[in-house]
C-alpha cells in the first residue's frame, strides 16, 4: 500500500520562511508532487519531484530524498495569501496518491 | 474548456436517493480522475479514466458508486442510494496523459450533502 504522512498544521510569521515536511511508504515509486488548495478552492499543482535534491520555482522549493522516502516544500518570505492548505502526493504504480495535507496560517 | 468544469457546484439530496456528478475536463486532456475529500481530510482516490476506459476502479467505496466517460471527454459519477457518509467534496481532474509526474488539473468540485 501507499501511505504519507504530514504536519497537521503549521503557523508562520509574514516575511519568514517555513518548510512542510512529508514522509511517505510507497511501492513503485517515481517522485513526489504539491499541491496548494485555499478554502473552498481547487488544488493548484506547484512542484514535482523526481530525483533528489531542491527544486526551486520563485518563493517555493521543493526537495526530495529518495532513501530516506522524504520531501519537504520550502515557502520564503511568506505572504499572507500563502495561507492555504499544502498537499505532498506520490506517483507510483497507481494514480497520484494524496497526504492529508499541511494547514499552513501565516500570521502578521 | 479554459478549465476544469463540475456541475452541480453543490448538491443536497435525501438519503436513500441516487445522484449524478458531472465533470467537463480540459479539451484535449485524455485522462480524467475522480477524487473525494472530506472536511478537513486529504483526496480520497476514486477512478480514473484513459480515454473512455477506466484502467483502476480500485478506489471506488462500494458497488453504489460508479462512473463512465463518454467521446472521452465529459464523465458522470454516479451514487446510488446516498447514504449519510457519503457527504464530502468530490473532485474532478484532467491532464494530458498519464505519464508520471503528470500535473493534474483540478475543477472546483461539488459539494455533496446527504441529508
Known amino acids: 500500500g501507499q501511505s504519507l504522512e504530514q504536519p497537521s498544521e503549521v503557523t508562520a510569521v509574514e516575511g519568514a520562511i517555513v518548510q512542510m515536511n512529508c514522509t511517505y511508504q510507497?511501492?513503485?515509486?517515481?517522485?513526489l508532487s504539491w499541491y496548494q488548495q485555499h478554502d473552498g478552492g481547487a488544488p493548484t499543482f506547484l512542484s514535482y519531484?523526481?530525483?533528489?535534491g531542491l527544486e526551486e520555482t520563485g518563493r517555493f522549493s521543493s526537495f526530495l530524498s529518495r532513501s530516506d522516502s522524504y520531501g519537504y516544500l520550502l515557502l520564503q518570505e511568506l505572504q499572507m495569501k500563502d495561507s492555504a492548505s499544502y498537499f505532498c502526493?506520490?506517483?507510483?504504480?497507481?494514480?497520484?496518491?494524496f497526504g492529508k495535507g499541511t494547514r499552513l496560517s501565516v500570521i502578521a | 474548456g479554459a478549465g476544469v468544469s463540475q456541475s452541480p457546484s453543490n448538491k443536497v439530496t435525501e438519503k436513500g436517493k441516487d445522484v449524478e456528478l458531472r465533470c467537463d475536463p480540459i479539451s484535449g486532456h485524455t485522462a480524467l480522475y475522480w477524487y473525494r475529500q472530506s472536511l478537513g481530510q486529504g483526496l480520497e482516490f476514486l477512478i480514473y479514466f484513459q480515454g473512455n476506459s477506466a484502467p483502476d476502479k480500485s478506489g471506488l467505496p462500494s458497488d453504489r458508486f460508479s462512473a463512465e466517460r463518454t467521446g472521452g471527454s465529459v464523465s458522470t459519477l454516479t451514487i446510488q442510494r446516498t447514504q449519510q457518509e457519503d457527504s464530502a467534496v468530490y473532485l474532478c481532474?484532467?491532464?494530458?496523459?498519464?505519464?508520471?509526474?503528470?500535473?493534474?488539473?483540478f475543477g472546483s468540485g461539488t459539494q455533496l450533502s446527504v441529508l
Open positions: 502526493a506520490v506517483s507510483g504504480n497507481t494514480p497520484l496518491v
Open positions: 519531484n523526481a530525483l533528489d
Open positions: 481532474a484532467s491532464s494530458l496523459n498519464t505519464g508520471v509526474g503528470e500535473k493534474l488539473f
Open positions: 510507497t511501492s513503485g515509486f517515481y517522485g
